[in-house]
């Protein structure tokens, strides 16, 4: 259907050249015309160009560029779902091979090109990708010596982030068990494709986000690791989402990806690099029997030194033995000095008893009974004074909040709105006992509550509605059951 419309379309145009009733296009028309005509004609294409004026995606997750030669420009569209499955992203000025098909843009009258592949152009083109981006990361501090974390010298948990089926996560479990046996925690990932730069990333960070305590504990240590390849093969280890998960790793990280020959830029960000996976696993734990052998030096050297200290100490103790004086010549003085004391302890004792003998006694002749009586009649006295100044404090501070009392009574029945209804006035309430201020309030069939100085009264509105007040107020009809106040309504 989609040729005979071009055929028709080109007839339109032939009869218009020669001469014939000139078609009459709508813009809308024209411009579904050519795009059916660029897209059958380009249906699918590959195009090599260099990309330029490349931004990152724009908010809605689409990115738009142009690729370019020295002759010419071809404006370029990737949409959302197709950039997130790229394995190698555009940027400026990176030379790309890209296959996807042409169309055009009604909007602004060109055409352009909707990509669903790209890869770079060569391995020129990507180690040229590479070398700019590790110079924007080290420019951002990512590869800085200081940022690096030591290693610990026994780990208790070791989280191995690599693919579960390879041969890498054997020897690395292999060499482990040879030199020291650890828990190791892996976390399986793709090494290599669309998807593994995004699975690396998320297992370092997962790793770093498990609790302490829990039923899997946080690793002491993080092994990136995969084998050899090529620089494509590898290529998922230098993206930016896992240089930076490396970078902000607060777990010390080790990178093992690839052979000793294959640089990498995680290599840059992790903590310590490993030439090989096994090598990862021999940089992450000590060999047991060398530290067994050093500590069986260690404990010799301390068994030998602790005796060497005794002996000395006890040679030390000898000499100073020998400067000191003998017991009885070094006991003589003190046993002199307490003979001394023991002889004169009984004259001491009979003479401080004989001044507190008479320092009783000076105190007994001034407790005599006549200074006592004198003493307890003052003491009279003031007890009396004290008791009528309390009492005639009493009776002021009772008569004074006595008139205050009285105060506030009269307040409060001035302002009591019970003097009002006194006056022939009515509190109207609703069913709830809210005052009601206006008619306005009052709906037909409504309960009332209406308070009078003497009581209070139920009523129902009637369905008459509000009635406006007239200018003189009119005579309030008394109720049937007479005396009382009349009816509000």
Sequence with gaps: MGNGRISEEAAIHADAVTGGNLFEWTVSELSAALRRTVEHAYGHVRVRGEVSGFKGPAPSGHCYFRLKDDKAVLESVIWKTTYARMRVKPEEGLDVVVSGRLTTFAGSSKYQMVIDTLEPAGVGALMKLLEERKKKLAAEGLFDEARKQLLPFLPDVIGVVTSPTGAVIRDILHRLADRFPRRVLVWPVRVQGDTSAAEVANAIRGFNALPATGPLPRPDLIIVARGGGSLEDLWSFNEEIVVRAAAESM???????????????????????????TAAAEIAVPMRGDLMERLAALGARKL?????????????????????????????????????????????????????????????????????????????????????RARRAFRVARDRRAERLRSAAQLLEAYSYRGVLARGFALVRDGGGRPLRSAVAVTARMRLDIEFCDGRVGATADGEGVVALAAKPKSVPKSRSGGGQGSLF
């Design 251 to 277: 777990t010390p990280l080790i990178s093992a990806v690839g052979h000793e020959t294959d640089v990498t830029l995680i290599d840059f960000a992790a903590d310590r690099r490993a030439p090989t996976p």
């Design 304 to 388: 030998t030194c602790w005796q060497r200290g005794i002996e000395q100490h006890r040679e030390k103790l000898r000499w100073l033995s020998r400067a000191l004086p003998a017991l009885d010549e070094f006991l003589a003085i003190p046993r002199q000095r307490l003979d001394a004391c023991a002889a004169s302890l009984p004259r001491a004792l009979i003479a401080n008893a004989q001044l507190h003998h008479r320092e009783f006694a000076r105190t007994a002749a001034r407790l005599s009974r006549r200074l006592l009586s004198h003493r307890l009649e003052r003491c009279r006295e003031q007890t009396a004074a004290f008791g009528d």
